[in-house]
């Protein structure tokens, strides 16, 4: 009988480490997969078209951690695991979890009108979930030619200098709160004021304290202009492609208003981000109740979705050539001289985390490239 149950057991085992519907890739199979994705990446960067860091995994365990290129324009310093790049719109998604502690502490509601803790802010039905899903009608268009006429880039500039402009310029909006979705990086800049509010920190303490400290991100924060480049050794340089001679030039120092936090600012690495990722299926810094609020896309006022959660673009059932790879949620960044994006499958629980130093590089192709290879070998 002992005999019976032994071979019985032996048997359920073997079935459930080789069937075909098991997700997780045996060792020889990762390894296969790690190899033909960094031939995919290795091509690119033979032809100049990436340079950075690429971390992929499944379930946490690392399938390819891999730096290409270098940290600076003619420069023999590799990237390495160290290397901290500019994350630029990835810090969204920090900047809404912040502001998600604040309401599973209790101490605001989504649909709490922006007035409530800003007076001063002149759109009186704007609340914070618009700010935090891109549905407020704040106009990033409109800013942006204002500043190029007005800002003077000898100066600072911090998030109080985008409240000042909201309530002095009071620019319309391009449409009524809740409407329709339309990007815009002011929504982000006033969210940092809420936390400040609401908390008495800066925001660059309050990331600290509540993301960054908790999850041992040592490689990551914020960073002043004056801190980065050659005062800091683990920084990578941006570089952009210039058409008119087809060399890169040196980004560093082409966006001044470095003080201005929420919607970008977060210098990071593919170590620390998987940090991040790996947090974000766990209560560590909210429940997964909580949690989960973010990965629901906003609906708008005409009953559609706006495909934008808090600080993340979302897919439902996302398909690769006829296979389906689940709920995709994913966010890109854009700086100059820089090119990231972290995607992550949730329901199969596999990231791609990319961090580019130049730009345009192919990191939206390699996202897909990836995935394919990645959802082939499954």
């Known amino acids: ?15 459930l480490l080789y069937s075909p519907n098991c997700y997780s890739q045996s060792h020889s199979q990762s390894h296969l997969t790690a190899t033909q994705i960094d031939g995919l990446i290795s091509g ?6 990436f340079s ?23 420069s023999s310093k590799k990237i390495d695991s160290e290397s901290v790049f500019e994350i630029a719109s990835l810090s969204k998604q920090f900047t809404a979890l912040l502001i998600m502690i604040l309401k599973e502490d209790g ?68 449409f009524n709160p809740g409407e329709k979705w339309e990007y815009s990086n002011l929504g982000y800049f006033v969210l940092p004021l809420i936390i400040k509010e609401l908390t008495g920190q800066h925001y660059t303490e309050c990331l600290k304290e509540k993301i960054l400290t908790p999850l041992e991100m040592n490689n990551t924060g914020i960073f002043s202009q004056g801190v980065k480049g050659n005062k800091m050794e683990n920084y990578v340089f941006g570089k952009i492609f210039n058409p008119k001679d087809s060399t890169f030039i040196s980004g560093f120092g082409m966006a001044k208003s470095d003080s201005i936090y929420g919607s970008v600012g977060i210098l990071s690495n593919a170590n620390d981000l998987l940090k991040w990722d790996r947090a974000l299926y766990t209560n560590k810094l909210v ?36 296979v389906n790879c689940g709920k995709r949620i994913d966010h890109y960044g854009l700086w100059p001289g820089y090119e990231t994006s972290i995607v992550r499958y949730i329901d199969k629980d596999v990231t791609i985390i990319i ?15 990836i995935s394919e290879i990645l959802f082939q070998a499954f």
Request: proline content about 3%; aromatic content about 14%.
């Open 1 to 15: 009988m002992k005999t019976h149950f032994y071979f019985l057991s032996l048997l359920l085992i073997t079935l």
């Open 44 to 49: 690119y960067y033979t032809a100049q078209k």
């Open 52 to 74: 950075g860091s690429i971390l992929v995994a499944e379930k946490g365990n690392v399938i390819l951690n891999k730096e290409y290129g270098f940290a600076k324009l003619d």
């Open 107 to 174: 101490k605001l509601e989504y649909d709490d009108k922006v007035t409530k803790y800003l007076p001063q802010f002149p759109y009186v039905r704007i609340n914070v979930r618009h700010l935090l899903t891109h549905t407020s009608g704040l106009s990033e268009r409109q800013f942006f030619m204002w500043a190029g006429k007005n800002m003077d880039q000898s100066k600072i500039y911090t998030n109080e200098f985008i409240l000042d402009y909201l309530v002095q310029q009071r620019p319309q909006l391009s």
């Open 287 to 322: 429940d997964q109740e909580t949690m989960q609020e973010a990965f629901i896309p906003y609906t708008l006022a005409d009953g559609t979705s706006s495909k934008y959660g808090f600080g993340w673009f979302i897919k439902e059932n996302f398909s690769i050539k006829g």
């Open 355 to 369: 961090l580019a130093n130049q730009s345009p590089s192919v990191k939206d192709k390699l996202v897909e490239e």
